[in-house]
Nanobody, 118 residues
Framework: VQLQASGGGLVQAGGSLRLSCVVF????????VGWFRQAPGKEREFVAS????????GYIDFVKGRFTISRDNAKNTVDLQMNSLKPEDTAAYYC????????????WGKGTLVTVSS
């Protein structure tokens, strides 16, 4: 199983970007996919997640109302629409897959860099 994230770039504050995560390979169990980010000098933090079956979503407080996570089961993709971006959103964004409800995120993709200028 491999995950590939794309869509990062440079944007001005207040702008938007859409990140996409493609899941490659034969996935026997897929419980949920999450987006995480890591800013320079900071620890990685959770951003949003979506349950593959139900579509139920979760967000960290500081992105609620600005970011929207969605999935396309047929294409095995999970997108993160990011609006009203702020300079503090600057980070490398990673998508990850959690195979089972009782497990952890066990597959990770390489990051895509988002830079928000003020």
């Amino acid at each position: 199983v491999q995950l590939q994230a794309s869509g990062g770039g440079l944007v001005q504050a207040g702008g938007s970007l859409r990140l996409s995560c493609v899941v490659f390979g034969r996935v026997y169990n897929l419980y949920q996919v999450g987006w995480f980010r890591q800013a320079p000098g900071k620890e990685r933090e959770f951003v949003a997640s979506i349950r593959w079956g139900s579509g139920s979503t979760g967000y960290i407080d500081f992105v609620k109302g600005r970011f929207t996570i969605s999935r396309d089961n047929a294409k095995n993709t999970v997108d993160l629409q990011m609006n009203s971006l702020k300079p503090e959103d600057t980070a490398a964004y990673y998508c990850a897959l959690q195979s089972t409800a009782s497990g952890t995120y066990n597959y990770w993709g390489k990051g895509t860099l988002v830079t928000v200028s003020s």
